[in-house]
T-cell receptor, first 112, second 112 residues
Framework: NAGVTQTPKFRILKIGQSMTLQCTQDMNHNYMYWYRQDPGMGLKLIYYSVGAGITDKGEVPNGYNVSRSTTEDFPLRLELAAPSQTSVYFC???????????FGDGTRLSIL | KQEVTQIPAALSVPEGENLVLNCSFTDSAIYNLQWFRQDPGKGLTSLLLIQSSQREQTSGRLNASLDKSSGRSTLYIAASQPGDSATYLCAVRNTGANNLFFGTGTRLTVIP
């Protein structure tokens, strides 16, 4: 049981490039989340999904897109990378309402 | 909008000491509150989850309390150990919401 797996762990992008951050979970969780964590700041929600085929915006969705074609996978796409998107990105999942969120180890993204 | 605050931002204690970490939130209409631990370069690990109807939760040397009416939660760590050194994050889920609002964390150092 691997839990929540994020790839890659590290990435450096040039301004204007695009990339997809991968997230997969093997716990059959319906709820999945993408957060970003900036130095000295709390985690901010980017997008979330309550099940396959359903996604919704969080606090800071601009510049990102998501899809949820399967229960297991919830990729996050950056279309035109900007320096302001330099951050650590965390994916999380949970089962039902009363259960805690489980987090991946994060993707450290730098945009230069 | 829910605002979550954690004070102090950093705390150093000698090994063996009991300590309390504080979390406050502005909107008392919460569904649950979670305490997480984050080690450097790692994801978040859920420590305790308190439902809005509960006053406290315990796990080993950890005890979390919740006073919803005053918008406060505390995490009590008994007999601290160097292995407890980490950043502790508090997160609140509002009633009717699916996402968490995070504090900025308290960085704990336990000195041997």
């Amino acid at each position: 049981n691997a839990g929540v797996t994020q790839t890659p762990k590290f990435r450096i992008l040039k301004i204007g490039q695009s990339m997809t951050l991968q997230c997969t979970q093997d716990m059959n969780h319906n709820y999945m989340y993408w957060y970003r964590q900036d130095p000295g700041m709390g985690l901010k929600l980017i997008y979330y999904s309550v099940g396959a085929g359903i996604t919704d915006k969080g606090e800071v969705p601009n510049g990102y897109n998501v899809s949820r074609s399967t229960t297991e996978d919830f990729p996050l796409r950056l279309e035109l990378a900007a320096p302001s998107q330099t951050s650590v990105y965390f994916c999380a999942s949970r089962t039902d309402s009363n259960q805690p969120q489980h987090f991946g180890d994060g993707t450290r993204l730098s945009i230069l | 909008k829910q605002e979550v605050t954690q004070i102090p931002a950093a705390l150093s204690v000698p090994e063996g000491e009991n300590l309390v970490l504080n979390c406050s939130f502005t909107d008392s209409a919460i569904y649950n509150l979670q305490w997480f631990r984050q080690d450097p370069g790692k994801g978040l690990t859920s420590l305790l989850l308190i439902q809005s109807s509960q006053r406290e939760q315990t796990s080993g040397r950890l005890n979390a309390s919740l006073d919803k009416s005053s918008g406060r939660s505390t995490l009590y760590i008994a007999a601290s150990q160097p292995g407890d050194s980490a950043t502790y994050l508090c997160a609140v889920r509002n009633t009717g919401a699916n996402n968490l609002f995070f504090g900025t964390g308290t960085r704990l150092t336990v000195i041997p």
